[in-house]
């Protein structure tokens, strides 16, 4: 499995952008994706997932009510909409996916087995 990420950039603090990540390669019956990201000098931190079979989703409170995700299922394209965006969103931002059947998206990196190579988002004030 690939999965190719994209649609960082610069935009001013307020501004939107969208994410998009592609996946080719092996396909699963039940998977979760997810988007983590990690800010300079921070650890990896989840963003948002959620379990396409179920569309069971779960939103960090950090961007509850300001991201969303979707999908694109004929393109096997996961977006990441990004609304409101601050300053301290500023990070590069990774898609993930977990081909494992979890009732609950995981939200630990360790969870997921496929990344994409990241996007650079910066958010200026």
């Known amino acids: 499995v690939q999965l190719q990420a994209s649609g960082g950039g610069l935009v001013q603090a307020g501004g939107s952008l969208r994410l998009s990540c592609a996946s080719s390669?092996?396909?699963?019956?039940?998977?979760?994706m997810a988007w983590f990201r990690r800010a300079p000098g921070k650890e990896r931190e989840f963003v948002v997932g959620?379990?396409?079979?179920?569309?069971?989703?779960y939103y960090d409170d950090s961007v509850k009510g300001r991201f969303t995700i979707s999908r694109d299922n004929a393109k096997n394209t996961v977006f990441l909409q990004m609304n409101s965006l601050k300053p301290e969103d500023t990070a590069v931002y990774y898609c993930?996916?977990?081909?494992?059947?979890?009732?609950?998206?995981?939200?630990?990196?360790?969870?997921?087995?496929?990344w994409g190579q990241g996007t650079l988002v910066t958010v200026s004030s």
């Open positions: 993930a996916l977990d081909p494992g059947a979890n009732p609950r998206v995981p939200t630990t990196p360790a969870a997921y087995t496929y």
């Open positions: 390669g092996r396909t699963f019956s039940v998977f979760a």
């Open positions: 959620r379990i396409w079979t179920s569309g069971t989703t």
